[in-house]
């Protein structure tokens, strides 16, 4: 339909090292290791009416448990974990 839109994105990342040796085990610390792949779907869809217009979607609409980065500073060593399901709803009007 000319005023109906959907949208949907995945995204996948394999399997990543986290350190410039490709250390393949995690320490004790988890500041190192592999980091596993994980896929993250995301789907949205955009309504026009006129002047308005209305937008929503669902981002990691299977929730994957998933992180993409290992930190050893700040907020303190370990695992960054990555988004849950979230969701967004958005109304536009055009002047």
């Given at each position: 339909?000319?005023?109906?839109s ?17 250390t ?64 967004f ?7």
């Amino acid at each position: 339909y000319s005023s109906l839109s959907v949208t949907a994105q995945l995204s996948y990342v394999s399997n990543t090292f986290s350190d410039a040796t490709n250390t393949k085990n995690a320490n004790a610390a988890a500041t190192i290791g592999v980091i596993p792949s994980y896929t993250i779907t995301d789907i949205a869809a955009t309504y026009r009416l006129k002047k308005y217009t209305f937008k929503a979607g669902l981002n990691n609409l299977t929730n994957a448990k998933y992180f993409t980065r290992r930190a050893g500073g700040f907020p303190g060593p370990g695992v960054m974990p990555g988004e849950a399901r979230n969701f967004f709803v958005t109304v536009g009007f055009k002047l």
